[in-house]
């Protein structure tokens, strides 16, 4: 009586053994990579741009629920050759996991999820939950490398509506002042949390409320456009509010809540035109003919259940077994006196330091030559994990909202290093309280990388060679190097700072070289 009232479904023959089969393998799958799937959900915790995400699995299963009446009309079948794509997605995951790559790992093991379906459901399965099963692609916390470029078109939009209002206004990079104030576009006015959200609630009213391709993909392409442009007025807005208020609105907490007030009207205007245009629902499938009346199911899905299980199992006990055995800290300590009559000063450069966390050893020094002055920081990678790792977007030259230095502009150098030389990540720092007024307070900043003896500025090479290293057994002794000097309009920080290369960079690569070999 309780069951009838409740209508609770009644599982069809046809799926009782390889809906066992699936949920074990789901639950190896959830095992094998916990310390994935934990990542995910730490940065769900910790980042507000990816809070969304904590939605995505109950949405997944809702619509896969509400599909259920299609699906009992399906006969799964294993698809043996889902194994391939799935063996590759393992692969995957290994390499991003040597390369300290989060997002290439989470991706990696979203796609086992997804394509355990097919392997033990069959085809025809897979294809039904196409939609759901992308869908999941949502909780993987990817996006943040769209943040730099969404930064500068921000920027670029905002200092040209507030000329064309008629407002003056000085810029350097991202940071630009006007008559009643300073104002900088940081991470936060990136627009990246109102994109990816957006996008993931733009897809699912897209699947809810039309058929047809067309229609979809338009929507999805709104929903992508509608946030980024938003985010340019929003911008301009809130600048154009504190000006007018004397800097009393629209500068503080308020503005935080004013901006997600305005993506919510947004987003409201959104799904209004949107369902202007929404198709009836799709009639409901009909069971399909062929369906087996015993409803068995072959005894293969077994076998290749067994084969799923060993194949994800394996790239995680691989890394365990290679898993480098604890050594000592690596002693790192510059040299009090260096080539060329370079010395160490008790007088720092500046008070500036690169914000580079979780590593290994790190050493800094200032050293003086004639009427030169560098300073020198190296920050040292030895048994890196998730959170100590070489390259990382938590570090960085200056921090988001730094209070005391902004970051004017990136480009590239060419290092004067025996024997060729090499190309080097350049920055142009400068104090906030200076911003606009003198360039001399501003800073000319080196930086590059050291794998295991080799120099790239590349976050992408080091990554590689990070991962080179590992594979081949030479662990994963590495170094971040930050060289920089005072800038002025006679570009003394760059002279000195080719000459301080010119000078040391064979010493300093000789001690790094000692370093990695002290264990």
């Keep these: 009586m309780i069951a009838q009232t409740l209508r609770l479904p009644v599982i069809p023959g046809a799926w009782q053994v390889p809906g066992i089969a699936f949920l074990t393998v789901m639950a190896m799958l959830l095992g094998a990579y916990h310390q994935t799937a934990g990542s995910m959900v730490d940065i769900w915790l910790r980042s507000d741009t990816f809070a969304h995400a904590f939605a995505v699995p109950p949405l997944v299963l809702w619509l896969v629920w509400r599909q259920r009446e299609e699906l009992s ?187 997600w007030l305005f993506f919510g009207v947004v987003i409201m205007a959104l799904f209004a035109i949107g369902a202007r245009w929404s198709q009836a629902p799709a009639a409901p499938v009909q069971a399909k003919a062929g369906v087996s009346a015993d409803g068995r199911m072959p005894r293969a899905v077994w076998p290749v259940g067994l084969m799923a299980v060993v194949l994800l199992c394996l790239p995680p006990l691989l890394l365990d077994l290679a898993a480098p055995q604890a050594s000592t800290a690596p002693r790192l300590q510059l040299q009090q006196r260096l080539t060329a009559d370079w010395r160490a000063t008790d007088q720092p450069v500046t008070d500036w330091t690169p914000s580079i966390a979780q590593a290994s050893a790190q050493a800094q020094r200032s050293y003086r030559s004639n009427d030169m002055e560098v300073g020198v920081y190296i920050a040292y990678y030895r048994n890196q994990d998730s959170k100590h790792q070489l390259v990382s977007s938590a570090n960085a030259l200056v921090k988001d909202q730094d209070p005391y230095w902004n970051l004017l502009s990136r480009g590239v150098a060419s290092v004067p290093a025996a024997p060729l030389g090499f190309e080097a990540g350049s920055a142009e720092i400068v104090s906030a309280s200076m911003l606009g007024r003198s360039r001399n307070a501003g800073l000319m900043v080196w930086h590059w990388y050291w794998v295991g003896g080799v120099v790239t500025r590349s976050d992408l090479v080091a990554k590689v060679l990070g991962v080179w290293q590992r594979l081949t057994g030479q662990g994963d002794e590495s170094a971040a190097l930050v060289l920089y000097a005072q800038q002025d309009e006679t570009d003394r920080g760059r002279i000195a700072l080719q000459s301080f290369v010119r000078d040391n960079w064979s010493l300093l690569d000789q001690q790094l070289r000692e370093t990695s070999h002290r264990k």
């Design 73 to 259: 009309a399906l006969v799964p079948r294993p698809m043996v050759w889902a194994l391939a794509p799935m063996a590759c997605a393992a692969a995957a995951w290994m390499v991003g996991r040597l390369a300290m790559a989060n997002a290439v790992e989470q991706l990696a093991f979203v796609s086992m999820l997804v394509l355990a379906v097919p392997l033990l459901l069959g085809r025809q399965v897979g294809w039904a939950l196409l939609f759901p099963l992308s869908f999941l692609f949502f909780a993987v916390p990817v996006g943040e490398f769209l943040v730099p470029t969404m930064m500068q078109w921000t920027a670029d939009f905002t200092v040209m509506a507030l000329r064309l209002s008629g407002i003056p206004v000085y810029r350097e990079g991202l940071q630009f002042v006007i008559p009643t104030g300073h104002w900088s576009v940081v991470d936060a006015c990136s627009g990246i949390r109102y994109l990816v959200a957006s996008l993931m609630v733009g897809s699912l009213f897209a699947y809810l409320n039309y058929r047809t391709v067309n229609r979809r993909l338009s929507f999805v392409a709104l929903s992508i456009l509608a946030p980024i442009v938003a985010n340019w007025f929003r911008a301009y807005l809130t600048v154009m509010l504190g000006h007018l208020s004397g800097n009393k609105l629209a500068t503080g907490f308020d503005h935080l809540i004013y901006g």
